[in-house]
């Protein structure tokens, strides 16, 4: 039994004895040996595409690789001739994957794009008789095997035709270094082609080239197109949601308002802070010997009352216009009317481990029976400093 390695290497040479036979490979391979010589004659220094990769030999022959899609000479040969089309498709280690990448008469919608499933021997028989054409089974479009896009050209037949051209074209090296052609000479041995059948063969590949380029360049315009309305369409209805919230939204600011107010106080913005939670930390009073003081204690319970800022202390003053849609831009109502409720929460949560809290407006009392607390207060008191200090993080 052979192992993977020989398996592949016996499926390589099956591929390579069957595109050998077209006049398609023929071209390719005169180009590719005639950019060989150039490069072992040091004539490629100006040429921008390979200029470079020239230093490294490895990154030449990826270079190489990548300036042509090899599959392009060989595909309109391939395609036709269903009995070779059969024996590549069927190469025993391919892997039996195909996907909608994309549809054979432009952009489609399928649910399923870019999902890959079993590339059965019935959908095989039906890209044999079909030119390399099958029907997806999720949205009966007609989809192409040899798609670039598609797994089972992505996985299959571009690694395997890379394998086997950046080999050959290391050997060609090896052949020509070793015969020390001088740099008078201006060809290489090559494959004898017509001159006729070679110029109808580069016009069919570059027109091939044209149509895939073009074909990419509108497949992404169409999807960036798509995703521009989407985000147009996102943005416009969070615009008529936040409109619709508003007046509810700056009723429950106003009611926070009536806490109490701070008409001399304007809001000292950092403009250099690094973001909103520095900004509202350094323009708040955070001295909380001046907020809280014990109002009552025993040996047995302590009473503790705590004066909150009111909201245009953490957010800065709101004027008339900041109630009429769609208020001051540069102030979002609705991420700091969370956050003020959110420290509302947070101080009423620290406060209820020690014992009852009541709130009325910003100010809170706890009246608590917990030794440590009654003891250390103070200490508690800094706790809650710290634990509404990580929730601005949080805005």
């Given at each position: 039994?052979?192992?993977?390695?020989?398996?592949?290497?016996?499926?390589?040479?099956?591929?390579?004895?069957?595109?050998?036979?077209?006049?398609?490979?023929?071209?390719?391979?005169?180009?590719?040996?005639?950019?060989?010589?150039?490069?072992?004659?040091?004539?490629?220094?100006?040429?921008?595409?390979?200029?470079?990769?020239?230093?490294?030999?490895?990154?030449?022959?990826?270079?190489?690789?990548?300036?042509?899609?090899?599959?392009?000479?060989?595909?309109?040969?391939?395609?036709?001739?269903?009995?070779?089309?059969?024996?590549?498709?069927?190469?025993?280690?391919?892997?039996?994957?195909?996907?909608?990448?994309?549809?054979?008469?432009?952009?489609?919608?399928?649910?399923?794009?870019?999902?890959?499933?079993?590339?059965?021997?019935?959908?095989?028989?039906?890209?044999?008789?079909?030119?390399?054409?099958?029907?997806?089974?999720?949205?009966?479009?007609?989809?192409?095997?040899?798609?670039?896009?598609?797994?089972?050209?992505?996985?299959?037949?571009?690694?395997?035709?890379?394998?086997?051209?950046?080999?050959?074209?290391?050997?060609?090296?090896?052949?020509?270094?070793?015969?020390?052609?001088?740099?008078?000479?201006?060809?290489?041995?090559?494959?004898?082609?017509?001159?006729?059948?070679?110029?109808?063969?580069?016009?069919?590949?570059?027109?091939?080239?044209?149509?895939?380029?073009?074909?990419?360049?509108?497949?992404?315009a169409e999807e960036a197109a798509l995703i521009q309305e989407e985000k147009e369409l996102s943005k416009i209805k969070n615009e008529e949601k936040y409109k619709n919230e508003f007046p509810a939204m700056m009723q429950e600011i106003a009611t926070y308002l009536s806490w109490g107010r701070r008409n001399d106080y304007i809001g000292d913005w950092e403009e250099e802070s690094d973001g909103l939670q520095l900004a509202i930390y350094w323009n708040l009073d955070w001295d909380f010997d001046k907020r809280y003081k014990a109002t009552h204690k025993t040996k047995t319970f302590k009473e503790i009352a705590f004066r909150f800022w009111l909201y245009?202390?953490?957010?800065?003053?709101?004027?008339?216009?900041?109630?009429?849609?769609?208020?001051?831009?540069?102030?979002?109502?609705?991420?700091?009317?969370?956050?003020?409720?959110?420290?509302?929460?947070?101080?009423?949560?620290?406060?209820?481990?020690?014992?009852?809290?009541?709130?009325?407006?910003?100010?809170?009392?706890?009246?608590?029976?917990?030794?440590?607390?009654?003891?250390?207060?103070?200490?508690?008191?800094?706790?809650?400093?710290?634990?509404?200090?990580?929730?601005?993080?949080?805005?």
């Open positions: 039994m052979t192992n993977p390695s020989e398996r592949k290497l016996r499926d390589l040479e099956i591929l390579e004895n069957i595109i050998s036979t077209f006049n398609g490979i023929k071209i390719y391979e005169k180009e590719m040996k005639e950019t060989i010589f150039e490069y072992l004659n040091g004539n490629l220094s100006a040429d921008n595409f390979y200029k470079s990769y020239l230093n490294n030999r490895n990154d030449f022959l990826d270079r190489m690789i990548h300036s042509q899609e090899i599959f392009l000479f060989i595909e309109d040969e391939l395609i036709k001739d269903k009995e070779k089309l059969r024996t590549v498709i069927n190469l025993k280690t391919f892997e039996n994957f195909v996907s909608h990448s994309d549809v054979a008469s432009g952009i489609g919608d399928c649910s399923s794009e870019g999902d890959s499933w079993d590339f059965t021997d019935e959908y095989k028989e039906e890209a044999v008789n079909n030119r390399g054409c099958i029907t997806c089974p999720f949205c009966n479009e007609e989809i192409y095997i040899f798609d670039l896009y598609n797994s089972f050209y992505e996985d299959n037949i571009s690694l395997y035709l890379t394998d086997l051209y950046k080999k050959k074209f290391s050997i060609w090296i090896d052949l020509v270094e070793a015969a020390s052609i001088n740099k008078s000479q201006n060809q290489l041995e090559l494959f004898p082609i017509d001159e006729r059948q070679k110029r109808d063969l580069l016009i069919i590949s570059t027109d091939k080239k044209y149509k895939l380029r073009a074909k990419k360049a509108e497949k992404k245009e202390e953490v957010f800065g003053r709101l004027t008339d216009t900041d109630f009429i849609y769609p208020g001051n831009k540069d102030n979002p109502y609705d991420i700091f009317l969370e956050g003020y409720k959110k420290l509302i929460k947070v101080t009423h949560k620290f406060l209820s481990k020690f014992g009852d809290v009541k709130q009325e407006k910003n100010y809170f009392s706890l009246k608590s029976m917990d030794l440590d607390f009654i003891k250390g207060h103070r200490d508690y008191m800094h706790e809650l400093k710290q634990a509404l200090y990580d929730e601005f993080e949080s805005i």
